[in-house]
């Protein structure tokens, strides 16, 4: 059974460039949450996605916008990108919206 | 709106001591509670999970207790290990409110050989 998976690893972007991040869930879930992480921080619940439908959002701005796809997958996207936005994003997928969330291995993203 | 407090931020302590780390918030309607390690710049390792009707959990070396009234938790390392350093996080999921988790800032914690 695969877990979840990230990619890319790592990206830098430039201040006001968009960028996209992609999400591949566990095996058998449907829902998949988002999460930042600033260095030195907890993570912080951005949104979540269950069967293609926003469930849910954090208190983050429009210019981060979410996608989910019929197999599950999802990507994040930040447009018009902030030095602030550099942060660690975690994606978390759970069979549904009540059970445990697992976590992949995150991506790093670098605004300069 | 829920709150989730880690102390200490930091902790350094010599191979072989017991060390305790701590959790509050300040909403007492959560469903579970859990704690997570996390290696530089990596992902996270669920260690323990605590439903909100259970008082403690046990995994190896690991201990959570919970007590929901007080709004705190704990997580108990006996005989630490350098192989234990790392940052480790609680969360908390609300009742009645999916599964989204609200996180605290983390313990850091580096244990010396």
């Known amino acids: 059974e695969t877990g979840v998976t990230q990619s890319p690893t790592h990206l830098i972007k430039t201040r006001g460039q968009q960028v996209t991040l992609r999400c591949s869930s566990q095996?058998?879930?449907?829902?998949v949450s988002w999460y930042q992480q600033a260095l030195g921080q907890g993570p912080q619940f951005i949104f979540q996605?269950?069967?293609?439908?926003?469930?849910g959002r954090g208190n983050f701005p429009p210019r981060f916008s979410g996608l989910q796809f019929p197999n599950y997958s999802s990507e994040l996207n930040v447009n018009a990108l902030e030095l602030d936005d550099s942060a660690l994003y975690l994606c978390?997928?759970?069979?549904?919206?009540?059970?445990?969330?697992?976590f992949g291995p995150g991506t790093r993203l670098t605004v300069t | 709106k829920q709150e989730v407090t880690q102390i200490p931020a930091a902790l350094s302590v010599p191979e072989g001591e017991n060390l305790v780390l701590n959790c509050s918030f300040t909403?007492?309607?959560?469903?579970?509670l859990q704690w997570f390690r996390q290696d530089p710049g990596k992902g996270l390792t669920s260690l323990l999970l605590i439903q909100s009707s259970q008082r403690e959990q046990t995994s190896g070396r690991l201990n959570a207790s919970l007590d929901k009234s007080s709004g705190r938790s704990t997580l108990y390392i006996a005989a630490s290990q350098p192989g234990d350093s790392a940052t480790y996080l609680c969360?908390?999921?609300?009742?009645?409110?999916?599964?989204?988790?609200?996180f605290g800032g983390g313990t850091r914690l580096m244990v010396k050989p």
């Open positions: 996605y269950y069967r293609e439908e926003e469930n």
């Open positions: 969360a908390v999921r609300p009742a009645n409110a999916g599964n989204m988790l609200t």
């Open positions: 978390a997928s759970s069979v549904g919206t009540e059970y445990e969330q697992y």
């Open positions: 909403d007492s309607a959560i469903y579970n």
């Open positions: 095996s058998g879930h449907n829902t």
